[in-house]
């Protein structure tokens, strides 16, 4: 049993999505999953795991940020030997490649992070997406017209960043999306040899100013959690 999450042994799933808001994982186990059952209120970060299309699935809150976001990810891993870790988030538009609601596939993440330039002592990681998830990601999401884009997101440390020109630098080198805990989740599966992607959706766009309401980003992002089922289901885990 995990200091923060605290499920006994098989309460979780080997596939688990995680959201960083646990009143959106709330409203993921309500709305996709059938018959499911919380198995943790530790520190309000709320979990769930139900089933869908008859397939275990697991729903855990992560928080905002890295630092949050690999607390929980450590535990899943090393205490309930979870294979699949899908993040279901919202994220920032950079581009105009991209508008509000569309979906983000992120094939990689670039991060301002000090939890990788410790981690490498001066070398730099590339925090990558499983090829297969990301690929069936892709396919769930063309067979449902769904509006979506496979790029490189941004993994920031800071929501209200003191220096946002950093940020343009990078929208240069392919970046078209920003958000806040893909980094951390695909380094950390890397390391234990696990499957890992993220898919957001777009809920604000920091080029034209349009965004969404706050209950909209907990309880409207349903597409890409479609997306999310369909391909841990069609990927075998590794």
Request: aromatic letters at 8%; a negative charge; proline letters at 4%.
């Amino acid at each position: 049993m995990s200091i923060h999450i605290a499920a006994a042994p098989g309460q979780i799933a080997p596939r688990v999505l995680l959201p960083g808001d646990p009143l959106r994982a709330r409203w993921i186990a309500d709305t996709f999953l059938e018959n499911a059952q919380c198995y943790t209120e530790v520190r309000g970060m709320l979990g769930f795991t139900g089933t869908y299309r008859g397939e275990q699935i697991s729903v855990q809150g992560t928080g905002m940020g890295q630092p949050s976001a690999s607390i929980y990810v450590n535990e899943l891993i090393n205490e309930y030997h979870v294979q699949q870790l899908v993040r279901v988030g919202s994220c920032g538009a950079l581009t105009e490649r991209l508008k509000v609601r569309d979906v983000v596939i992120a094939k990689a993440a670039a991060t301002d992070s000090s939890m990788n330039a410790l981690r490498f002592q001066g070398y730099h990681y590339p925090a990558t997406a499983d090829f297969h998830l990301l690929r069936a990601a892709v396919e769930a999401a063309e067979a449902a017209d769904a509006p979506h884009l496979v790029t490189t997101v941004f993994s920031s440390d800071s929501f209200y960043h003191s220096r946002p020109e950093l940020t343009q630098n990078i929208v240069g080198y392919g970046v078209d999306a920003v958000e806040m805990e893909a980094a951390e989740i695909y380094t950390l599966a890397a390391k234990a040899g696990r499957q890992a992607l993220a898919i957001c959706t777009v809920s604000d766009h920091l080029v034209t100013g349009e965004e969404t309401t706050s209950q909209e980003r907990e309880q409207t992002f349903g597409e890409m959690v479609t997306i999310a089922l369909d391909a841990m289901l069609a990927t075998p885990p590794a």
